[in-house]
């Protein structure tokens, strides 16, 4: 069957509330105004129990099914916050705050959410309990992990658990996942490089830390293509250098260089850790300088369990013939893997067809994804907890 025709019909009120929360975008925890608009609509809805503050500003909200024989509980997750980013659409419903916009689709994510919930609360027809999960800070703070830190999966009892993003590029509509990891764990890192420093003009007397951190810089570069198989999907970028000095007769003291790794498997993740450590301080040491590495392992690999992929191209496939069940994992993270270490579920792309990408001031998230999204949310509800 294709798009639901409720949800097709309540396209242009769904996409209004889309465009109001676009409109007024806030960052990471700070959404009082889009949590406010979450809960009036829930309200408006009737669902069943409405719980905010949760993860620090997360709204999660609950509808029972007009049964509940079979005791499940499946969880759908939408995220809510904006990036740190001027819009440059000149849409009529563009950013009105300065320097912030929602240039991932978060805002559709929870309009999509909302509409589902609309739909679910006025039918009704399944046998359980769905829980909506509006979650904050996806883009810089790990939402997700304060929810679950919070209580979210045992509090609500959730036993599955459901999310989506858009992907430009991919057709409008079409939805793509696969089995194992479909985005990449992220790690940040600092290499600090220490000497004496000195006069450049007797670079016998000094210790040129600049030269070292550059050594270390190539070094890191072949971590990647000599220290793992080719079939490994990792990126290693470091992108910033730095140095305490800005005047060409003094050599630095210090040097910073700065880098993300990106992996989809933990083995890959710690050998790549190890390697960069030990060429930092074997290379500084064969120089007389020393080297300090910082490590921040933030959000892990987005891992979609066998089960839970196979129930949402299931129900995609009751959306759209427009279905990839081996999609190309992606190295940007996402915090809902911290869920997915929670509880079996999956993580599905939808595409948003033709549009500028993620997290530049051009985009904007496509309307016309609004049914298929909400349709695909009801769906998992009605297919995997299906009325008697």
Known sequence: MPIKNRLAEMQDEIAGWRRE????????????????LVVDRLQSFAVDEITTGVGKSGVVAV?????????????????????????????????VQADKMHACGHDG??????????????????????????????????????????????RWGIQEVYGMHNVPGLSAGSFAT????????????????SGSGGHSAAPQDAVDVTLVAAQILIGLNMI??????????????????????????????TAR??????????EARGIIEDRVRRIAADTAHAHGANAEVIWEASYPATVNSVKE???????????????????????????????????????MFIGNGDSAGLHTPEYDFNDALIPFGCSWFAELIERRMPAE
Request: glycine share 6%; charged share 25%; proline share 6%.
């Open 21 to 36: 929360i676009h409109r007024h975008p806030e960052l990471s925890f700070d959404l009082p105004r889009t949590v406010a």
């Open 63 to 95: 509808i029972h099914g007009k049964s509940d024989r079979s005791g499940r509980v499946i969880g759908l997750r939408a995220d809510m916050d904006a990036l740190p980013i001027p819009e440059a659409t000149g849409l009529p419903y563009a950013s």
């Open 109 to 154: 994510h929870t309009a999509m959410l909302l509409g589902a919930a609309k739909y679910l609360a006025e039918t009704r027809n399944f046998d359980g309990t769905a829980v909506l999960i509006f979650q904050p800070a996806e883009e810089d703070a790990g939402g997700g992990l304060e929810m679950c830190r919070d209580g979210l999966m045992d």
């Open 178 to 193: 696969r089995v194992g990891a479909l985005m990449a764990s992220d790690d940040e890192f600092e290499v600090i490089v």
């Open 224 to 253: 990647v293509s000599r220290s793992l198989a080719p079939s490994k999907r990792v990126v290693l970028s470091v992108p910033v250098f730095e140095t305490d000095t800005a005047v060409t007769n003094i050599m630095a003291r």
């Open 257 to 266: 260089l700065k880098g993300t790794l990106r992996a989809l498997d933990p």
């Open 309 to 347: 992929v196979a129930h949402a191209l299931e129900a995609a496939r009751a959306v759209t013939e427009a279905v990839d069940d081996d999609a190309e994992p992606l190295m940007p993270c996402e915090d809902f893997a911290y869920m997915l270490q929670e509880r079996p579920g999956a993580y």
